[in-house]
């Protein structure tokens, strides 16, 4: 079993920046990527993008490229999502998770609670 916690969102004017975090517990050990996923209100859940825990290789969506960066710190097992320049079309609820398959296209079985980034106009 896997235990994620998000924190760090919050309200921000466009052009802002806030950085996300994810503390990771339990069985972590078994963890080979974990990604930042977000979903507005009416919405699908829509990834954002992803790490590779050991490489650590990253992958981002086009939506955000350049603009937000996914690192970890694999000795307190943290995930983070650092998102500058801010844009309205950013809010939503962000979602980490994490996911135990080593080959293929991961699969995310364990997810955190999300918390909320709101962008302003």
């Known amino acids: 079993q896997v235990t994620l916690v998000e924190s760090g969102g919050g309200l921000v004017q466009t052009g802002g920046s806030l950085r996300l975090s994810c503390a990771a517990s339990g069985r972590t050990w078994n963890i080979y990527h974990m990604a930042w996923f977000r979903q507005a209100p009416g919405k699908e859940r829509d990834f954002v993008a992803t790490?590779?825990?050991?490489?650590?290789?990253?992958r981002y969506s086009d939506s955000v490229k350049g603009r937000f960066a996914i690192s970890r710190d694999n000795t307190n097992k943290k995930l983070y999502l650092q998102m500058n320049s801010l844009r309205p079309e950013d809010t939503a609820v962000y979602y980490c998770?994490?996911?135990?398959?080593?080959?293929?296209?991961?699969?995310?079985?364990?997810w955190g609670q999300g918390t909320q980034v709101t962008v302003s106009s």
């Open positions: 998770a994490a996911a135990t398959n080593s080959e293929g296209t991961p699969q995310y079985d364990y």
């Open positions: 790490i590779n825990w050991f490489t650590p290789t990253t």
